[in-house]
């Protein structure tokens, strides 16, 4: 039974909290008994329980697993099978993820239950921003919130990102009124589908309310930026629109015209001159505290690859504070930080004890993947080389300072399922852990919801080495970085080519490398390609070869901080500022793809 508040009443949110944290082991040991009670006689766990719902044969006998693990269930619920695969309560939708599985988005079941779940959470996250912030109820929040596109399944189930999921639910469009969350923008320029029209709509809605605008954001620091970009590029339009009282022929969802001009009303000249003048000078340095005034802070995500964009959001706020307030995930929601107002760097996030049940599996300081081990069916587990056998720990049971990959048993049909996050303790509040977020598990490059590994980058850079060898030209060695200096930020592969049989640098066809940019490209994953074409979240990726022996002095920098010469790979991708300049001290060629991959929505083939 979820607890239930009313949102307006910051006393009883914190009073929840506090319930909640302090009671951490009690509320999870209930949470993995409601579980299991309720999921018994599923198929998946009947597989392993014989009707023993007790915790301790729970861990010794549901095996830890991944997404490949799970993925037939899956496939055979989006074909039509019966829920009760996985769950005893109906899965209402699929939410995909950002990860993915063969190239196409992994996919998570939800039910109408958790929707709840999300619905409170989100309401949990305003009592603390209350507690460090006055006077939210005293205006409007422009927070820049965007749909992405979603297919049936066969069964007739949806799949769409968690986001757009919780965006056309019910529980957000008829939502009750909060005093303290009121957005600037209508949810009918939220809801559209043309995310140009969205972007448009939304911003220009923020422009004529900027009086009462008390605080701005996005979901991630990079869609943010994307929007002062967009600014930018239509700021004289967003001006006549505001002068002219109208709004431009472009603009043709029916919904959004109508919200946009409920609240344009009439012409404000005044208006516009006042922005075409904040605008007007030869930087936008600070342009959001300009443009709104009254703005306390941005509420943006800014851990793990978002924390890349943090010089460019400074840059642009004018000292305001960067604020990340929640962590969550399509396979659930997790925590809130408690202390909204703390440097980006120092951001931890207090996981809520009734969302899911929580295990970690600890990883050295390395962060070092760890690996079930099978004879324990996943009880415990060991590093690569099989030493030093650990097991899966409990929420309470985590020590501070210890890395750990987060595990979850969801309401919604996932039990003991590796998310891929790479989790830093630093410390308690009450009686439930902290936790920084590190990295996400594997991933290599990151520019917005896209999440490359190492693998499918190498898989990427091969079909295109299929073009480059019947010229005679090897590719000896290869990395990358995401580059974020440009918005959207975009993927630069290094390349050190040369002919076969000689050292010599081959003669570098423009058209040849283009395509390989473009062949790269094609063969990276569908959240790549779908921000790409779809989102525009994403530049054209860009190619720079290498003089002969780049990869050499990369080798002997690593080297002279502290890696081994015995043990030293070539990083697949390059995050210190040192080594980007070595490398790009040697480039010798620059090439783009010109033209954006192919994408469309992804399709489940019935079996």
Known sequence: MLPVFDPNDNEAGLKLLEDLTNNACQIQQQVLEDILATNLHTEYLKSFLNGDSGKENFKNKVPIVNYEDIKPCIERIASGEP???????????????????????????????????????????????????????????????????????PSGLMARPVLTSYYKSNNFRNRAFNRYNVYTSPDETILCSDSKQSMYCQLL?????????????????????????????????????????????????????????????????????????????????????????????????????????????EFYSGGLPLVSTMYGSSECYLGINFKPLSNPSDVSYTLLPNMAFFEFLPVDNNHKEVVPDVQCNGVSVTDRNGKEKVEAVDLVDV???????????????????????????????????????????????????DKTNEEDLLKAVTQAKFLLEPLGFLLTEYTSFADTASIPGHYVLFWELKMRGTNDLPELDPVIMEQCCSIVEESLDSVYRRCRKKDKSIGPLEVRVVTHGTFDALMDFCVSQGSSVNQYKTPRCIKSEEALKILDSRVVGRFSSNKTPFWEPFRIETK
């Not at 989100?122 to 749909?147: E, H, R, S, T, W």
């Not at 309401?411 to 852990?433: C, E, H, K, Q, S």
């Not at 902290?434 to 990151?446: D, E, I, P, Y």
Request: hydrophobic share 40%; charged share 20%; with cysteine.
């Open 83 to 153: 829920s009760s695969i996985i769950s005893a309560q109906p899965i209402t939708e699929l939410l995909t993820s950002s990860g993915t599985s063969g190239g196409q988005p992994k996919m998570m079941p939800s039910t109408a239950e958790e929707l709840e779940r999300k619905t409170l959470f989100y309401n949990l996250l305003v009592p603390v921003m209350n507690k460090y912030v006055d006077g939210l109820d005293q205006g409007k929040a422009m927070y820049l919130l965007f749909i992405k596109p979603e297919i049936s399944t």
């Open 205 to 313: 809605c923020g422009l004529v309310q900027r009086d009462e605008v008390l605080r701005v954001g996005a979901i991630f620091a990079s869609a943010f930026l994307r929007a002062i970009k967009f600014l930018e590029e239509y700021l004289k339009e967003f001006c006549s629109n505001i002068r002219t009282g109208s709004v431009s022929d472009w603009i043709t969802d029916p919904n959004c015209r109508k919200a946009v001009l409920s609240i344009l009303s009439k012409p404000n000249s005044e208006l516009a001159d006042l922005i075409e003048d904040e605008c007007s000078g030869k930087s936008w340095e600070g342009i959001i505290k300009k443009l709104w005034p009254r703005t306390k802070y941005i509420e943006v995500i800014v851990t793990g690859s978002m924390a890349q964009y943090i010089p460019t959001l």
């Open 399 to 449: 020590k501070l300072g210890h890395y750990y990959e987060l595990i979850v048993t969801t309401f919604t049909g996932l039990y003991r399922y590796r998310v891929g996050d790479i989790l830093m303790v630093t410390g308690f509040y009450n009686n439930a852990p902290q936790f920084r977020f590190v990295h996400r598990r594997n991933v290599v490059l990151s520019i917005d919801t």
